[in-house]
């Protein structure tokens, strides 16, 4: 089955405890942020409405009463990014999803599974970002990353191997 669109998770937009949105437009803009920090680069990839439509859909079928579509909101840099270097012919519709992160891992399960779905119909869920992430500290040099970030991703390590 050739792919039909792209559902995109980023850990660069997150909402409120109880909304998950999700983007609902024809076509994306780069977010303004983007602009700054990348200005040399465009991504104005096409959108997936009717899939923001069958994500809302499977996710108020599981339970997940509060989940809103924002017609204007642009992909931010941790969906369009990946999808540039990996797509750059702007041929896959794609949406982006919120994340929430003051919730626990049994939702995000149960996330997973409402959308699971999407596998079968040609949809490839997709998730970016870092365990830590501060874009004034990005180096384009290949200097080694500030020790703070060294130090944290090496005891979330630690906590993973060991299954803390």
Known sequence: MRRRSDLFFCSSWSESI??????????????????VVFPQLKYNAPGAPELAKRVKQLLHASGFSSVKEDPKRGLDHGAWVPLYLMYPDLDIPVCQLSVQPYKDGHHHY??????????DEGVLIMASGSATHNLRT?????????????????????CLVSGR
Not at 110 to 119: D, S, V
Not at 138 to 158: E, G, Q, V
């Open 18 to 35: 109880g909304d998950l949105v999700i983007t609902n437009a024809d076509y994306y803009f780069v977010l303004m942020l983007c602009l």
């Open 110 to 119: 149960e996330m997973g599974k409402a959308l699971a779905p999407l596998r």
């Open 138 to 158: 990005l180096a384009f040099d290949n200097s080694a990353p500030p020790k703070y970030m060294s130090d944290f991703d090496r005891w979330l390590n630690d």
